[in-house]
């Protein structure tokens, strides 16, 4: 299995910028696919961003595409998500999680294994 934690949260004001980390640990982390999951105060938890084992391939929400990016550094056994042109929309409790080993890139949360304990975005307008 694998461990998560993310750091990197904090207050911005709308049109700035945050970089989220995600630090793994336990098993290789370059055999899991990757995703970016929030959760606004009493709103489901949603699809960020994915990204797969060799970096090649990524996947965004919508709401986010040409403004977030999902990228990881498996010598380092770290993700990243650099976030530009933030939105009060984007507060947010930001997860990174991993789904198991063999699994493909997802969206839906249910699908994710291993989860951190989450780290809050803040937006100001």
């Known amino acids: 299995q694998v461990q998560l934690v993310e750091s990197g949260g904090g207050l911005v004001q709308a049109g700035g910028s945050l970089r989220l980390s995600c630090a793994a640990s336990g098993r290789t982390f370059s055999i899991y696919v990757m995703g970016w999951f929030r959760q606004a105060l009493g709103k489901e938890r949603e699809f960020v961003a994915a990204?797969?084992?060799?970096?090649?391939?990524?996947d965004y929400a919508d709401s986010v595409k040409g403004r977030f990016t999902i990228s990881r550094d498996n010598a380092k056994n770290a993700l990243y998500l650099q976030m530009n042109s933030l939105k009060p929309e984007d507060t947010a409790v930001y997860y990174c999680?991993?789904?198991?080993?063999?699994?493909?890139?997802?969206?839906?949360?249910?699908?994710?294994?291993?989860w951190g304990q989450g780290t809050q975005v803040s937006v100001s307008s």
């Open positions: 999680a991993a789904p198991s080993a063999a699994q493909a890139m997802g969206r839906l949360w249910h699908e994710y294994r291993y």
């Open positions: 990204i797969s084992r060799t970096g090649g391939s990524t």
